[in-house]
């Protein structure tokens, strides 16, 4: 059982430069969404979606670009990147209206900016 | 919006009881969910609250007042692999957002 699968696993990035972060999930879960996690400020919401073509923002999406043209990957582009940009990266999925115990993590993308 | 408080660091001893506390302010609240999430790992699932009252599982329980804004984490019989943060976080709305407070580092010490 795959379950969310995160891609890389580290990354180290220069200013400037744009990358994508892959999420792929194997449950035919209708939502997923994509969350940073920074010391002190817990996990934020940056994009999710809750279907195939359907895609919105969440807390902190400036700087990051997604797209869900299937219901097993969900793509998270950094357009530019910034310093600020550094950061664990999780994806998660789920099926819409669910329980918690079927929100899903990847296991997180540890992204560095210099 | 939604304001979800912990307490930063708590440490508490081998074999001993901790409670977490979580208190929250949001709109269009649809449940409550304690993760745990050890260092450099993601976080897991413990626990979901939509009704108030109190969820066991085994060493760990979770209570929610939805009339307060409050939920607390309890772990018994604490083990040294307890040591974790444990994040609470809300559900907000239809799809499954999760709101997340900042966590509470837990050292359990011998």
């Known amino acids: 059982n795959a379950g969310v699968t995160q891609t890389p696993k580290f990354q180290v990035l220069k200013t400037g430069q744009s990358m994508t972060l892959q999420c792929a999930q194997d449950?035919?879960?209708?939502?997923m969404s994509w969350y940073r996690q920074d010391p002190g400020m817990g996990l934020r919401l940056i994009h999710y979606?809750?279907?195939?073509?359907?895609?919105d923002q969440g807390e902190v999406p400036n700087g990051y670009n997604v797209s869900r043209s299937t219901t097993e990957d969900f793509p998270l582009r950094l357009l530019s990147a910034a310093p600020s940009q550094t950061s664990v990266y999780f994806c998660?999925?789920?099926?819409?209206?669910?329980?918690?115990?079927?929100?899903?993590f990847g296991e997180g993308s540890w992204l560095t900016v210099v | 919006g939604q304001n979800i408080d912990q307490p930063t660091e708590m440490t508490a001893t081998e074999g001993a009881i901790v409670q977490i506390n979580c208190t929250y302010q949001?709109?269009?609240?649809?449940?409550l969910f304690w993760y745990q999430q050890h260092a450099g790992e993601a976080p897991t699932f413990l626990s979901y609250n939509v009704l108030d009252g109190l969820e066991e599982k085994g060493r760990f329980s979770s209570f929610l007042s939805r009339s307060k804004g409050y939920s607390y984490l309890l772990l018994k019989e604490l083990q040294m692999k307890d040591s974790a943060s444990y994040l609470c976080a809300v559900i907000q709305g239809g799809a499954n957002n999760l709101f997340f407070g900042t966590g509470t580092r837990l050292t359990v010490i011998p």
């Open positions: 949001t709109s269009g609240f649809n449940g």
């Open positions: 998660a999925s789920s099926h819409t209206g669910g329980s918690g115990n079927t929100i899903y």
């Open positions: 979606s809750v279907g195939a073509g359907i895609t």
């Open positions: 449950m035919n879960h209708e939502y």
